[in-house]
């Protein structure tokens, strides 16, 4: 495994789903010990919500499962694709808007998050931003799902 590994996890507002996905990821690197050997941010397509603290219903659904998503919004950034080895978009959109944005030769490989699922089966991480409990809750799920056999993914590699 290379010494450290730059992990971004993209969504549209950078209030819900990457925030997310960047705080669960942070915690099982965290729980094997392998803090040291990355360095994990996350960041939304657009700036709508830039400065502001994760959505309140996705940080009470992240509380209720022991997680606590202290990241602030930001937007990308054209260095980001040359700073990141891996950047991870939540959706179908995600991965269009980043591929369109990246600069031709930039080092960082877009990913899909659902490519990761091992349990279950989705084509995407959807927006819960216009959904109930049910919705935020099933993006943890997904994302605890995705998140683990990522970092299997990375340390095999
Ligand atoms: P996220 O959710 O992309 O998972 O952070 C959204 C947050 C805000 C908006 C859309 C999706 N919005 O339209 O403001």
Known sequence: MPKQQYILFICLGNICRSPMAETIFA?????RGLSDSFVIDSAGLHDYHEGD?????????????GYYITHR???????DFSRF????GMDRQNIR???????????????????????HQSDSV???????DAQFEHVISLLED???????????A
């Open 53 to 65: 603290m994760a959505d309140p219903r996705m940080r009470r659904h992240a509380s209720m499962h």
């Open 97 to 119: 808007a980043l591929q369109m944005m990246q600069p031709a030769g930039s080092k960082a490989q877009v990913l899909e998050m659902a490519s990761f699922l091992r349990h």
């Open 27 to 31: 915690s099982m690197v965290e729980e």
């Open 73 to 79: 919004s930001r937007p990308i950034e054209m260095q």
């Open 85 to 88: 080895d891996y950047i991870i």
């Open 126 to 132: 959807p927006d819960p931003y216009y959904g109930g």
């Open 146 to 156: 995705a998140c683990a056999s990522l970092l299997d993914w990375l340390t095999e």
